[in-house]
């Protein structure tokens, strides 16, 4: 069974920065496309980034320019560098991967940015 465990979360000033990271587990073949979301209380979940394969990335409106997706050589691990945060930025973030193994969702993982 696939497993999607994100990490890295916690709370920061506005300004500050913090790295999130989301581990794959009990995948036989890697996803197609890994992703970042965040979804705000009483809003839909939006796209914050996207990796695919190929190496590809695409950025939502609001992550263009501060943050930054990645992922280590064996592709189980992917990552988000979140800078210059704002307090619009507080969510909670999950991570997201499709493939052969089909769709799945990590748990989530609360970034709060506050002064």
């Known amino acids: 069974q696939v497993q999607l465990v994100e990490s890295g979360g916690g709370s920061v000033e506005p300004g500050g920065s913090l790295t999130l990271s989301c581990s794959v587990s009990?995948?036989?073949?890697?996803?197609?496309?890994m992703s970042w979301y965040r979804q705000i209380p009483g809003k839909r979940r939006e796209l914050v980034a996207s990796?695919?394969?190929?190496?590809?990335?695409d950025y939502g409106d609001s992550a263009r320019g501060r943050f930054t997706i990645s992922r280590d050589s064996t592709a189980k691990i992917i990552f988000l560098r979140m800078t210059n945060l704002a307090v619009d930025d507080t969510a909670v973030y999950y991570c997201y991967s499709s493939g052969p193994d089909g769709i799945h969702w990590g748990q989530g993982t609360q970034v709060t940015v506050s002064s």
């Open positions: 009990g995948s036989g073949s890697s996803a197609l496309v």
């Open positions: 990796i695919w394969t190929s190496g590809g990335e």
